[in-house]
């Protein structure tokens, strides 16, 4: 029988390399694992008491990971709380919901629980999912801009034979359109895909990589690569934050005065004015595409916890945040994501944790329609994006924080302005 | 004894909020956690077998994490795999080194791995930290520009009373300079911190609501909110891209043609091309910040290992590739991360796996000098980033993807062109 | 009869304001422009000698530019020169073509003349308008979320409508798509036109009224602002940048390695390696929208012969150089614009200096077809921008400026390295 | 005697070329002009008539344009207008002035004129300079990150010296600081001066190539370019929105109700709305730089009347416009430009008209103490700007535009809302 010290010696003699344990292993992923720790271990004398045994830990069998993970030597735990319930008035989700949050940021579930908690006094908030579609847009070169032309007109006059190459790849995608971009020589294709309840990275490069097929063989075109950084993928860029990508999705609500007063500690016209001078002047100033206070901490908590792609939060920052005195002296608040790009099945969604904590809202798995579950998703997150930026913009405009957070045992009273900063004022609101 | 079972009745009674728990269990944080989660369990019907066990099964006490989230109800666990080895010759870090991923994207940690082989093969990495800086920029009322003139000389006059004022809260931060934005009546002033080992956003958000106090006291002018989105925090902004925010830093490599043919199969031509069509001027057609192919990849791989802040990926992905043929034939590669956020003390750091994962770096806690550790990190996760274009060019470049990925059972066939996204070539490569 | 001298008095005694002149003159423009010239000098003491002779000297009737000014006191003069004659071979223009130029930049000018001259000597450059559409994008209030998505299924629904209502109000123009974009309760609708030969402007903003006044008739929303600023009209945005606005247009070329050697003194490594680190890895730095060296000059100068309105350079900006090394070891070299927005109709295109600037060029008045002028003025436009680029390159290329400078008599030996701004490189290569 | 005649006939042989002109005519600069434009109309056969009256009948002598322009052939004329007199409190300007506009855009000076007479009955507006510094940024190559650090160190080391190198080709100009900026192997170096009253485009460029041989000299860097595009000239960059380049200045007001009411025809409430929807949500949305209605506007046309460079519009237009409901019910309102380019002496200003319109300023050549007048100027500009906004605003937010266009016998009722656009709302309002 194959045992991990046998495999760490054949590591050692340059027999095998690190990716080869599993099949050295004969398909025993975990012992693959355990004898990798050991070899990594072996080479960093950096490693106290020469052991990873916290990341050894990891609670499921290795080989569910042998999809998401290369080389695995174990699990990162991070700890995940819940905010809520909050009441969500949405077209794929309506009703109240807790929202779990994976993080290591103190004081940011508070946040958006007191946010939660102002959200569900005035009846709850609205969501809807403006636009859909996830994006690959290959690059090609042609000889000039003469061909450039010729090849968008072709583009053009082809858009059913790409469709049906593209989708032949797939069951559930469709695509939409194909959006041409020419800079002198190089042409960029920018296909646009509906992937139902998958994130649809994979889906949507899989199909393009048939359409750029096509191209190729019917046109003068050569394809360069099949991203071309007008996707645009894990970059910020403003192609995402003006057109989207994934879901468009927006949140809001109507808090009445008294509600922002009693459970804010702050008025209408404080939030108003804040949100006008940070979220808007502050970032045209500081060249931004984000305009909101901390969207990217409920969007990076709301991914981990979920099985989203941690490195698609760059995208899920492109968030507008706005706040009005209503005519009736009451606030309303909205938060618009531009390109949040979320699944409910594939990629990290079918890991044990993150399975259950999409249970937990409801939306493990393919919806009812296909695609119903993403938008839930998405609008649960923007509902939590909106919390976190009514908890926030609340304790920047009550500014009443001290006493209430020494009270707190657990919390020095030193880390009070931090705490401002992600939105918990005062302990017995939230 | 308090027992689950009577927290849990006492919750549905409503006696008890969700995040009193820890409170009515004596303290009993792993009591309370186990006892949330029954009341979260059973409030939502969609949880299947009516248990949340994987995220129940965390392997820490629950006290551990209790300055990293409220409301616990367990741990999130990601898969982790390690890159590497890669030879790094950094400031702050001279060693051949793993580099620790903890992802669910197929294929990352594989793509990583190739192009640490190729960097290695060229006798390693360089990498520097080039500017070092946590800021907070705080946004101000005044009545009017002339008094925005007179707040901005004021601050001019007095930089050494604020820094002696904000240095006053910390040990370790140093107030290294403070800038003024003017917008109408609004007046942002960005201070920046050499923060060591920390990250830092809470250190410099503490010193200079210090700071803000004593503006207010000797001005006109009235604080309006302690961020005001000149810092910028978790929002994709021109201003980190361009003046950077945490730390600055650089990874190059020149690797030898023949590396390049053999390791990479392309050409150092090829790659260069695709860096100026795909990184270069499509994303400069995209309106982007980020000039690179995967950069947000790898940042958010190793920020989830090492107990990073997630939502700060998004600054993260504010890199610059470039690649040359060099005169002598060979490949001159480099990416230029212009605001990666890194600590090795604070946050999430100090939770056991994450910890784990700094020690098998080497950069675990404070270094010596202070600071060397969070540049360490830095410096690694730049060379991570390089390996990771190397190989997403190379495999954009080579494009005979087909039957090598057939060979590999684990992947489907249908994954190729995915897997070239992140640049996954040849098995028999990595 | 009117007197100057009687206007003037009645001016200064309140009885008249300065825009009543016309009437007050019987609609005699001269007489008005010259009664407020004394009027206006009157007020200011620090006009040396108590005239404005030289702005009093225009040289046409004063009511020809009625519709272009209001309280006329006369003309600016700005000098005009030509570079060229340079080949194009356009869609729209396909000759040899002097290009008017009006500047008080020295040395622009010269610059351009030595890229034409190279053009030349390759044969002449290509190009194309690969896009065109005039926007203009009114902004609409909605109670939330929920009622702009039901305004968005509404617009999609009402597109003919729309289009109907909007073209009632033109001969000429046609409506070619509407683009919505919501952002909490708030809703902007780009409406695209096809305006042929005039840039379109005016006859986008009436038709989009007209649609605004339909859509307020049949739906909740209400309209804010007829310009919500996704126009976007002479801002800087990604938008047009990305998306394009009035024409998009490109030109080429490919320059043999003698002529790069002989008539631009440098090689096409060089003037691709500057390209690259200059346009674009210095304005990826910057967070730039242009990535070229000096489109705006050439933009300017043609906008201000040809009397287009000179507030839209700031899109006329927006553009992509590339250029690069062919595999024969040529230089290839191309200039994108993505938002040029010319017309050889309405605005400043019929007074009478700018008109003959179009007859010089060819392309006064209406074209055959329809929108032909203004595509050839785009091309025009183009190559002198791809000129200017090439001259410049070769000039920052070339560094050897001293002598050949100083060698220029009018020329200061100072101005050396600002004339390589513009690209002046060798006095013998203009 | 040399005649046009002869000069041309020696064109046609090929004898001369365009630009050898001026010699040929023995430094007769009219005549060299007039004989260019023979050639120039016998190569266009699309010139009407067959003669370039307008453009031939210039008003000043030919050789004082000659740093101004090459190849001349006579020049363009652009109506001038004027709007005020406006009340600035300015620190370099303090009065009552009228503010000359040279543009082709009806309607625009009766806009900006409304919305002088607005300020006025507020009691004028505030302007001041909060920022000032031309820049150029050269790129400079090197081997590595390694040798990166070591130039950036070596020039903080070296300022003194650099500002002593810099300063030795100038009278005026002064170095302020200088910003290294490191990505790969290349490194830009930001120089910044107080070029006092000249835009100063030209004495920093031949200052910093003088820093720039010291540096190629004392270092292992090379230069590549003396612009590497972070300075950022006539390009859309956010380093120039965010950091400022020329002049940084705002303007702002606050207007009584009942002014608002009665003048503007509208609330504070209705401009602080359609600010925040179309100046800050719509520009955010569109990834723009220029959170503004039409400070372009006024920029291109002040620029034009004052002989600024066109090009440098581009900069102009970043800007941030703000407004909002004081405590008392009135309406501030401000612009604050970022990257004002201005001078009073050098490029076009000494060019006779455009000197003229200096003086009507009151700030034709060099200031006492040197800089006042560009800094009048920018504040002159800045509150032109704010007079567009307030007039623009103004006009979308009254909307009865119908009746009162229609009764103004010249402006066609269909150009009603194009009216609007620039802000002319009713006929007895400017």
Redesign the interface.
């Known amino acids: 029988m194959v045992t991990v010290e046998a495999l760490v010696e054949r590591v050692h003699a340059g027999d095998l390399r690190?990716?080869e344990l599993e099949t050295a292993a004969d398909g025993d992923a975990d012992l693959a694992t355990a004898a990798?720790q050991q070899v990594?271990?072996g080479?960093?004398d950096?490693?106290?008491n020469g052991d990873?045994?916290?990341?050894a830990?990891?609670?499921?069998p290795?080989d569910r990971?042998?999809?998401?993970?290369?080389?695995?030597?174990?699990?990162?735990?991070?700890?995940?709380?819940?905010?809520g319930?909050v009441e969500i008035d949405g077209?794929a989700i309506d009703e109240?919901?807790?929202l779990?949050m994976?993080?290591?940021?103190?004081?940011?579930?508070?946040s958006i629980?007191r946010g939660c908690s102002s959200i569900n006094a005035a009846g709850g908030a609205?969501?809807?999912v403006?636009k859909r579609g996830m994006t690959r847009?290959p690059?090609f070169?042609v000889a000039?801009?003469?061909e450039?032309?010729a090849l968008?007109s072709w583009v053009r006059d082809h858009e059913a034979q790409l469709a049906a190459t593209a989708e032949s790849?797939t069951n559930h995608g469709e695509l939409l359109d194909v959006t041409p971009?020419?800079?002198?020589?190089?042409v960029?294709l920018r296909f646009r895909y509906d992937t139902k309840d998958a994130m649809g990275?994979?889906m949507a490069?899989?199909a393009?990589?048939e359409a750029a097929e096509l191209i190729e063989a019917e046109t003068t075109a050569s394809?360069?690569?099949?991203?071309?950084?007008?996707c645009?993928d894990?970059?910020?860029?403003?192609?995402?934050?003006?057109?989207g990508r994934g879901r468009?999705v927006?949140?809001?609500v109507?808090i009445p005065r008294a509600v922002v007063e009693e459970r804010l500690d702050t008025t209408p016209e404080a939030i108003a004015?804040?949100n006008?001078?940070?979220?808007?002047?502050?970032?045209?100033?500081?060249?931004?595409?984000?305009?909101?206070?901390?969207?990217?901490?409920v969007?990076?908590?709301m991914?981990?916890?979920t099985?989203q792609?941690?490195?698609?939060?760059?995208e899920g920052?492109?968030a507008?945040t706005?706040a009005?005195v209503t005519s009736d002296g009451d606030l309303?608040c909205?938060?618009?994501l531009a390109s949040l790009e979320v699944g409910t099945v594939g990629?990290?969604t079918g890991?044990?944790?993150?399975?259950?904590?999409l249970?937990?809202?409801?939306?493990?798995g393919g919806g009812d329609p296909a695609g119903a579950n993403a938008d839930a998703l998405a609008e649960a997150i923007a509902v939590g994006s909106l919390a976190g930026e009514l908890s926030l913009l609340a304790a920047?405009g009550s500014?009443n924080l001290t006493s209430a957070h020494a009270a707190l045992g657990?919390w020095r009273p030193?880390?009070r302005?931090?705490l401002?900063?992600v939105g918990v004022c005062r302990i017995n609101q939230?």
């Open positions: 690190l990716h990798r990594v271990i080479r960093a950096s490693v106290e990873l045994d916290s990341i830990n990891y609670g499921f290795a990971a042998e999809s998401n993970i290369e080389n695995m030597i174990g699990a990162i735990q991070v700890p995940i709380g819940v905010a319930p077209e109240e919901t807790v779990p994976a993080t290591t940021e103190g004081a940011l579930v508070a629980n609205t969501a809807r403006t847009a690059v070169s000039g801009v003469a450039a032309e968008v790849t971009y020419a800079v002198g020589n190089t960029f990275m994979n490069t899989i393009t990589g394809l360069v690569a099949l991203s071309g950084n007008l645009a894990k970059k910020p860029a403003a192609i995402n934050a003006t057109e468009s927006t949140a809001d109507t004015e804040i006008t001078k940070k979220n808007h002047i502050g970032s045209a100033k500081a060249g931004s595409m984000g305009f909101n206070a901390q969207v990217a901490n969007v990076g908590a991914f981990l916890a099985g792609d941690e490195a698609q939060v760059v920052a492109n507008i706005t009005e309303y909205a938060v618009s990629g990290g890991l044990p944790t993150q399975s259950e904590a249970e937990l809202l409801g939306v493990a920047l500014r657990r030193d880390r302005r931090t401002a900063i939230w």
